[in-house]
Every structure is written in structure tokens, then in C-alpha cells.
């Protein structure tokens, strides 16, 4: 059985910027010693929320979506290749999006479906689908669900924001096994789930 033994506790929590969507706040906290020691958290969260989830107990909310989705018709994984501004590069990716505010994780994964590839959504599969997972914990709190769901339509770029510069594109198995043999840049995500699909 695993223990849920917290030994590092957060003492106080600084922000260093805070921007629309990302913030940096400085972390003061207690190492296994007693020793005071400093981490620098990037989130999704203003200070209000961030304060409120670690010394007042508030239940976190997920930040964002992730969507693996299989385009009904074709039985295609959807990706999607992505400009990425810290990458200065496109990288393949699952689609996926930021969580807005008063929003439930359904109305947010046929949001984002609709505006990254044009495609809808049929189906949640919700026995695969797990909320409140992260992605680099080492560097940003950022809690995502991971959706599992069934989609279909005609890819189209017609509702792409004006920063957005993505192409979407629909991968079957044996394309799959081609891409993964290429030489690109591939959010993790988007990998595990290729091998998956791959080797099946």
C-alpha cells in the first residue's frame, strides 16, 4: 500500500509575474530536515486560487484538456503539428486547450475539438478518461484531464484562433508505425498514445 507521508510543506508562496494565462510564483518550503529551501512554480492559477488550494484546503480544479480521440469513421487517431513559440518549431501533439472559466471538462473538450481540427464530438469514453493528471510536476502544478472520447466530421482549420497555427491530421495504425520511425518533434503524450495505437 502507498503512504500519502507529506514531508515537504509549502511555508509561503511569492509571485515573481503573473501573466493572462501563466504565472511564476517563488515557493518557500521545508525539505525532509526542517531545512528552508525555494522552488519557483510556473501555473495556470492566480494567486487567490494557489493560496486557497495550499492553506486552505480547496478542492483543485483542472486546468486544461488533453483529448485522445479517434475520428469514428476512418478509425484514426487525431493529431495535430502545432508552432510552438518556446520550440520556435512545430511539434506533434494531441489536441487539446485551456479550461475557461465556469466551464465543465465535456463542454471543453467539444470546444477545443471543434476550434483545433473542425471535428465534433460523439462520445466520452469515461473508464479510460482520468481527470487531474500532470505533466511535468517538477515545473508547473498544471492539472489536466486526459479524455479519452469519439469524434467525427471533416477536418478543417476554418476556427482556428488568430494565434493558433496548427494543422490537424488524421493517423491510422500503420501510419502510426511510419511517423513514430521518423525523425520529429512529438509532445509525450502524443507519443504514448501513438506507440499504444502502434502496437495494437
Known sequence: ?????????????????????????DAEYENKKGDKRHWTIASRKDYSTLMAQFFQGREESIDAVIIAAIHESTNSLVLIKQFRIPLNDYVYELPAGLVDKNEVMEEAVGR?????????????????????????????????A?????????????????????????????????L???DIKIDIKALLILQTMASI
Do not use: F, H, W
Not at 500500500?1 to 510564483?25: D, F, G, R
Not at 486526459?146 to 494543422?167: A, K, Q
Open 146 to 178: 486526459m479524455v479519452y472520447c469519439s469524434c467525427e466530421g471533416e477536418l478543417s482549420d476554418r476556427y482556428l484562433e488568430d494565434d493558433e497555427d496548427i494543422e490537424a491530421i488524421l493517423v491510422n495504425r500503420q501510419e502510426a508505425r511510419e
Open 1 to 25: 500500500m502507498i503512504k500519502n507521508k507529506v514531508k515537504n510543506k509549502i511555508k509561503k508562496i511569492t509571485p515573481l509575474a503573473e501573466t493572462k494565462y501563466l504565472s511564476l510564483y
Open 112 to 144: 477545443e475539438l471543434k476550434e483545433e481540427t473542425g471535428l465534433s464530438l460523439l462520445k466520452i469514453d469515461y473508464e479510460k478518461t482520468k481527470q487531474k493528471v500532470y505533466v511535468s510536476s517538477g515545473m508547473t502544478d498544471e492539472s489536466v
Open 180 to 182: 513514430l520511425k521518423k
